[in-house]
């Protein structure tokens, strides 16, 4: 019998509410307290948008139209692939899911990026404020160097 291993992949979004985004405090371990997009793993028998919506929905219990998708990171070391969705809030009513202790619409200044959970996050972010400033959005691709912490592995469930 053949067993295969394969990577996890990992999908989300960036909440869009006028020139805010919305972000969920974690309240699960890896990375407990700390900042992070509304994300999780798919699940079988998904689309990655279907996939991002629902876990924008579970996190947040948060109403959104999915965009397009905006980052696609490898992450070789602890065979993931993180995928980040734009995304428009449908109102702003929202709150914590189980998942989440808080969520909150944060503007480019107020971005907390000490207690940003995940690079792949903070990366996903900072490419959301530069293309937002120059008034063009850009798909990306990339990879993360092999060497990742234990810490900012995303929980395997």
């Known amino acids: 019998m053949i067993?295969?291993?394969n990577p996890k992949l990992v999908v989300g979004t960036i909440p869009e509410w006028e020139n805010s985004v919305l972000l969920c405090r974690r309240a699960i371990e890896p990375q407990h307290g700390k900042w992070t997009l509304p994300a999780g793993f798919m699940e079988t028998e998904e689309t990655t948008a279907g996939a991002a919506?629902?876990?924008?929905?579970?996190?947040?219990?948060?109403?959104i139209e999915i965009g397009e998708m905006f980052t696609l990171i490898d992450v070789p070391a602890i065979s993931q692939v993180h995928i980040f969705y734009r995304a428009r809030l449908l109102d702003t009513d929202f709150h914590p899911g189980e998942e989440s202790l808080e969520?909150?619409?944060?503007?480019?200044?107020?971005?907390?990026?000490?207690e940003i959970a995940f690079r792949t996050v903070s990366l996903t972010l900072r490419h959301y404020f530069a293309d937002r400033s120059k008034g063009c959005w850009l798909f990306r691709t990339m990879s993360l160097p092999m060497a990742y912490s234990s810490d900012e592995v995303w929980p395997q469930g």
């Open 3 to 5: 067993h295969y291993r």
């Open 53 to 63: 919506k629902r876990e924008t929905l579970e996190e947040a219990h948060a109403r």
């Open 103 to 114: 969520t909150m619409l944060f503007p480019e200044a107020g971005i907390p990026w000490d």
